[in-house]
């Protein structure tokens, strides 16, 4: 049940300016009202539904360890590819200078051990000089690989089978350790990823099944991990369901999920309260005598009246159609035609 009240902003007191000796008097203006009423309500029967996205459970960002300049593209994003393909090569000139001149100076220092070895062998070079040619051989071998292995970082290679979902550079673009060269989104299984609120996440455990919708079709989804409100500013957590049925869905769609017994503490609020800016929704609550603009969190519904995931509680008196009103306005309260004065 609704409780309707009304509110009634103070107006603008407009007066005249004096006249030689004549006092000017303020012509007070009827204060415009507006209608309040409690958030109050429960949610559609059976649950409530959260949006979530659909994504792959494979998903790699490629990036290299070296700082070079992109020498070849060999994809596009769309493709599909194998694990294995080579998608993009980086410039190695320097590279493989480097590693001629390592492998030279291998060669060079694998004689020189084999000849220590002969001589020892020989009883005519002694065990210190048999440890130091090992030594050196050791430490050519391994800068030859550690050659070897950076050359292999400017071969950008797909780690498993799957879509090129965005190339993020281009040939002649120069890159540094890190930078992100292109996404990759595997084929195989998808998940659901969705934000719970508190309340939301206590009718779920790991392991059960949900309802959800997306591209017009209903589906079924197992969730695998449910984190508790770990962001410090919404304190909400993270869903990850694992799609079911039906398989083969687009990447990135918009779904729904439908979580069992969620009632969203029983809070609704009309669409007309709304006050949009930018990506945040808020409404205004009457609140000692102000008007208090509140960012809130809503839930995907339909008709006139939104669950309201976090942001509100049931005490709360929701402005309608707040139109112009500001932040922190004075206002004062009447019911039943009464002035109360807040």
Not at 260 to 265: T, V
């Amino acid at each position: 049940m609704k409780l309707l009240t009304t509110l009634v902003l103070p107006g603008l007191l407009l007066g005249t300016l004096a006249c030689e000796h004549k006092e000017a008097r303020p012509d007070i203006k009827a204060l415009p009202k507006v209608t309040v009423s409690l958030a109050a309500g429960t949610a559609a029967e059976g649950g409530t539904w959260v949006a979530a996205t659909l994504q792959s459970t494979r998903t790699a960002t490629m990036a290299t360890r070296m700082a070079a300049q992109v020498k070849r593209v060999f994809i596009q994003e769309g493709q599909r590819v194998t694990s294995g393909t080579l998608l993009m090569a980086l410039g190695d000139e320097d590279l493989q200078a480097q590693l001629r001149s390592a492998e030279t100076g291998l060669a060079a220092v694998e004689a020189h051990h084999r000849r220590i070895q002969a001589l020892f062998a020989q009883k005519a070079s002694t065990p210190s000089e048999l440890e130091q040619a090992q030594a050196q051989l050791a430490q050519s071998q391994a800068g030859v690989s550690s050659l070897k292995a950076n050359i292999a970082y400017t071969q950008i290679r797909a780690p498993f089978s799957g879509i090129v979902q965005s190339r993020k550079v281009n040939e002649g673009d120069f890159v540094g350790p890190g930078m992100p060269l292109l996404e990759l989104v595997g084929e195989g299984d998808q998940e659901l990823v969705a934000t719970l609120s508190e309340v939301e996440g206590k009718t779920l455990k790991q392991g059960a099944k949900v309802r959800f919708e997306a591209e017009a079709a209903m589906g079924e989804a197992q969730v695998t991990a449910l984190s508790p409100g770990g962001d410090a500013f919404s304190h909400k957590g993270t869903l990850r369901a694992r799609v079911l049925s039906p398989k083969g869905l687009r990447q990135g769609t918009f779904a729904r999920i439908l979580l069992p017994g969620a009632k969203s503490e029983g809070l609704t609020v009309s669409r007309s309260a709304l006050v949009l800016r930018g990506e945040l929704t808020g409404v205004f609550v009457a609140k000692d005598g102000h008007a208090e603009l509140r960012w809130i969190t809503l839930g995907d519904g339909a008709g006139d009246s939104l669950p309201v995931r976090s942001g509100l509680k049931a005490e709360d008196r929701v402005i309608d159609r707040p139109g112009t009103l500001q932040d922190g306005q004075p206002v004062d309260l009447q019911v039943g035609g009464v002035n109360h004065g807040k």
